[in-house]
């Protein structure tokens, strides 16, 4: 099974800066998902991404997928209290999710 | 919007008691999922299923079975629950082996003393 390694593991911000967290791979992915999940619910898709050097937004997020497609990032424009979670990526292997370690972010008022 | 409801937000048992968790989805989706989520580990896939009557083992499927007797309802089962299964579980959906998008429950979180 392939390890998917985020980082940081914890980050807590003001609200108004900027952030970027990693997801990285030990092999080259085949596709990659974003999720987020905030306190008490399961996690929602944000985005996927195929081909490398893809670059995708969504609204102040923006995820980048390695040219050698072996890593990724998600990196957020002027932080608020609503990003608040723990961001996870996961790879498309076998039609199944392998999750990396999960980002925690919180964003302080 | 898709909804997939787990039976309980949080489960207090003790050791060696048979623990059932039930899952739903009212989309019509083919495909479920069980994983467990750990701090620092994300989430592990425990067990699956491409259709009614079908199961497949995950990556963490000892100490677990399923059951999926009809297409909207997973059931996850510990047959002896263990300090080592404290743990929250999340279910989820997907229309088919096509789709990328999995639909998450909100999760149970289980504590077994």
């Known amino acids: 099974t392939q390890l998917l390694e985020q980082s940081p593991q914890f980050l807590s911000i003001q609200e108004g800066e900027n952030l970027t967290v990693y997801c990285n791979s030990s092999?080259?992915?085949?596709?990659l998902q974003w999720y987020r999940q905030e306190p008490g619910e399961g996690p929602v898709l944000l985005v996927t991404v195929v081909t490398g050097g893809e670059v995708k937004k969504l609204k102040r997020l923006t995820f980048q997928f390695g040219d050698a497609r072996k890593d990724s990032s998600l990196h957020i424009t002027a932080a608020q209290p609503g990003d608040t979670g723990l961001y996870l990526c996961a790879e498309l292997v076998n039609e199944k999710l392998t999750f990396g370690t999960g980002t925690r972010l919180t964003i302080i008022p | 919007d898709v909804k997939v409801t787990q039976s309980s937000r949080y489960l207090v048992k003790r050791t060696g008691e048979k623990v059932f968790l039930e899952c739903v989805q009212d989309m019509d989706h083919e495909n479920m999922f069980w994983y467990r989520q750990d701090p620092g580990l994300g989430l592990r896939l425990i067990y699956f299923?491409?259709?009614?009557?079908?199961?497949e083992k995950g990556d963490i499927p000892e100490g677990y079975s399923v059951s999926r007797e009809k297409k909207e309802r997973f059931s996850l089962i510990l047959e002896s629950a263990s300090t080592n299964q404290t743990s929250m579980y999340l279910c989820a959906s997907r229309p088919g082996i096509d789709y990328n998008e999995q639909f998450f429950g909100p999760g149970t979180r289980l504590t077994v003393l």
């Open positions: 299923s491409y259709d009614v009557k079908m199961k």
């Open positions: 092999s080259v992915f085949s596709s």
